[in-house]
């Protein structure tokens, strides 16, 4: 797993912001439980309050575990990256992986023909403010969500 604090570096998507931290990991779902502590840590310190964590530390883990899974399925071991940004009023994620994107439509969903990520998407649309889900060029999935901050959240 590689980590880095990161200044000004510009994420894929001008909308998104800059990282103040990015990990690049394999494709192991053992190491979940660190990506957990990791957006804990990092959110917390950003004024995020303990239940806004929580539900970030679900939607990442939900986000990252179907990446793990599709890669896996793939035979890929290429690495899962994961962006956090804090960006003063609300708190970012961002998480890219290079598993094939199959035909169906991203972000969407028939419940008769739901896949994992479409799962995990709704799932995780239901804890986060705003979220966003793509495929990459190249092939791959970059899925991006928000929290604010609630009132009366500790510093």
Excluded: N
């Excluded at 001008?14 to 660190?34: I, M, S, W, Y």
């Excluded at 957006?39 to 939607?59: H, T």
């Excluded at 399925?73 to 804090?86: F, K, Q, T, V």
């Amino acid at each position: 797993m590689s980590y880095s604090a990161l200044g000004d570096d510009e994420l894929g998507d001008d909308k998104v912001g800059h990282a103040t931290v990015r990990l690049a990991f394999p494709p192991q779902a053992r190491l979940l439980g660190t990506i957990r502590l990791v957006v804990g840590i990092v959110a917390r310190k950003a004024g995020i309050d303990e239940e806004g964590i929580e539900d970030l530390k679900v939607a990442v883990s939900e986000t990252c575990a179907v990446a793990v899974a599709d890669l896996t399925r793939a035979g890929l071991s290429s690495p899962i990256e994961l962006d956090l940004i804090e960006d003063g009023e609300r708190f970012g994620v961002e998480i890219r992986d290079r598993a094939p994107v199959d035909g169906r439509i991203v972000g969407g969903f028939d419940m008769e023909d739901l896949d994992d990520r479409q799962f995990g998407l709704a799932l995780v649309g239901a804890l986060v403010d705003d979220l966003d889900s793509a495929p990459l060029a190249g092939g791959g999935h970059r899925t991006s969500f928000w929290v604010r901050p609630r009132a009366g959240a500790a510093d």
